[in-house]
């Protein structure tokens, strides 16, 4: 055998390795891929709750991931104290995403903006339609609130908040001065923040989000720590090193999160999704003043911001553009 026909010999092994080598990865992938199929959904199917809405009274039909720009709220919801009853929204924040310019929007609504509860018909702090009508009672009130429809939510307990930023191994903030908050156990030690870079746990980070009476700038400075806390988890959680915990955060959501997100449109949307980043986020602020009305304190939503807030969120989910192609269909029919 010539020295040509050993070089193609030895070239045939080395392709024939290769591509071994490929179709070994390539079950592999497919058998991993499939892995986290199955837990996305058992915990989709875990947490899923529709709450008897297919979708939003304000659309006129329903909209689909990745093709419409579409918006969440986000429900950090204190149950601690009452068993998972009748709880609070801590937190909410409306989240809207448009697949044409891959952006967020951002805003967080303070706990104490005094608005109409939908259902109950009285002036009330926001935070209470939560307790005097659950998710659904916050979506429609929020939706008003706002003049938007929202198509998703996702209700976070706190014990979810704190257990997804231990699994992800903390999260990175800068805090913007000392201070000191309780922790939400019945311990509640006091947690000691220095200004600066700081590494955070759930605890600490939960505390950081929600502290608010040290602040000088009380609801609005509170607001953009809880921003800065998700943009944190976004970033780690769109890491590669997050790919080896996605057992424990499926486990996670499945126990302590409800959504109204199947799993064929969470599968859509990290499809959709799935280079975005911390960069893509652009976080939006509305602006309250305080006032006390019987012996209560409030947050009075400025009137020009709301206005300028409702706008900018109407504009990312293309609903002008929506009611007036809607309408030129009217036209177009009635000819």
């Given at each position: 055998?010539?020295?040509?026909?050993?070089?193609?010999?030895?070239?045939?092994?080395?392709?024939?390795?290769?591509?071994?080598?490929?179709?070994?990865?390539?079950?592999?992938?497919?058998?991993?891929?499939?892995?986290?199929?199955?837990?996305?959904?058992?915990?989709?199917?875990?947490?899923?709750?529709?709450?008897?809405?297919?979708?939003?009274?304000?659309?006129?039909?329903?909209?689909?991931?990745?093709?419409?720009?579409?918006?969440?709220?986000?429900?950090?919801?204190?149950?601690?104290?009452?068993?998972?009853?009748?709880?609070?929204?801590?937190?909410?924040?409306?989240?809207?995403?448009?697949?044409?310019?891959?952006?967020?929007?951002?805003?967080?609504?303070?706990?104490?903006t005094?608005v109409?509860?939908?259902?109950?018909?009285?002036q009330?702090?926001?935070?209470?339609?939560?307790?005097?009508?659950?998710?659904?009672?916050?979506?429609?009130?929020v939706?008003?609130?706002?003049?938007?429809?929202?198509?998703?939510?996702?209700?976070?307990?706190?014990?979810?908040?704190?257990?997804?930023?231990d699994?992800?191994?903390?999260?990175?903030?800068?805090?913007?001065?000392?201070?000191?908050?309780?922790?939400?156990?019945?311990?509640?030690?006091?947690?000691?923040?220095h200004?600066?870079?700081?590494?955070?746990?759930?605890?600490?980070?939960?505390?950081?989000?929600?502290?608010?009476?040290?602040?000088?700038?009380?609801?609005?400075?509170?607001?953009?720590?809880?921003?800065?806390?998700?943009?944190?988890?976004?970033?780690?959680?769109?890491?590669?090193?997050?790919?080896?915990?996605?057992?424990?955060?499926?486990?996670?959501?499945?126990?302590?999160?409800?959504?109204?997100?199947?799993?064929?449109e969470?599968?859509?949307?990290?499809?959709?999704?799935?280079?975005?980043?911390?960069?893509?986020?652009?976080?939006?602020?509305?602006?309250?003043?305080?006032?006390?009305?019987?012996?209560?304190?409030?947050?009075?939503?400025?009137?020009?911001?709301?206005?300028?807030?409702?706008?900018?969120?109407?504009?990312h989910?293309?609903?002008?553009?929506?009611?007036?192609?809607?309408?030129?269909?009217?036209?177009?029919?009635?000819?």
């Open positions: 055998m010539d020295r040509k026909q050993i070089r193609k010999q030895k070239k045939k092994k080395r392709i024939r390795r290769f591509l071994l080598i490929v179709v070994i990865l390539f079950l592999a992938l497919v058998g991993f891929g499939a892995y986290l199929v199955f837990q996305t959904y058992q915990a989709a199917s875990d947490s899923y709750d529709d709450l008897g809405r297919e979708k939003s009274d304000l659309r006129d039909k329903a909209v689909s991931i990745g093709d419409d720009p579409v918006s969440i709220l986000l429900m950090g919801v204190e149950d601690y104290s009452t068993g998972g009853e009748h709880g609070r929204s801590d937190t909410l924040m409306v989240a809207t995403f448009n697949p044409k310019d891959k952006k967020l929007n951002l805003l967080s609504i303070p706990r104490d005094m109409e509860l939908v259902g109950k018909g009285t009330d702090k926001i935070t209470h339609a939560f307790a005097y009508g659950g998710k659904k009672m916050t979506i429609e009130t939706e008003q609130f706002l003049d938007i429809p929202i198509d998703y939510y996702a209700a976070v307990n706190f014990d979810a908040f704190k257990n997804v930023i699994i992800l191994g903390g999260i990175t903030v800068d805090v913007p001065f000392d201070f000191t908050q309780n922790s939400d156990d019945r311990v509640a030690e006091k947690l000691q923040f200004e600066g870079k700081m590494e955070l746990n759930g605890r600490y980070a939960l505390a950081y989000a929600r502290m608010r009476k040290q602040d000088p700038r009380g609801d609005i400075g509170r607001n953009e720590r809880q921003q800065e806390v998700v943009k944190a988890i976004i970033k780690k959680a769109t890491s590669l090193g997050t790919i080896t915990k996605v057992d424990d955060l499926a486990k996670e959501m499945g126990n302590n999160v409800e959504t109204n997100m199947k799993i064929s969470g599968l859509a949307f990290y499809k959709e999704y799935s280079d975005f980043g911390v960069s893509n986020i652009e976080k939006l602020t509305l602006e309250t003043y305080p006032e006390t009305i019987d012996g209560l304190s409030y947050q009075i939503a400025e009137e020009e911001s709301l206005e300028e807030v409702k706008a900018t969120l109407k504009e989910l293309e609903l002008d553009t929506l009611k007036a192609s809607n309408e030129d269909n009217k036209e177009t029919a009635s000819e």
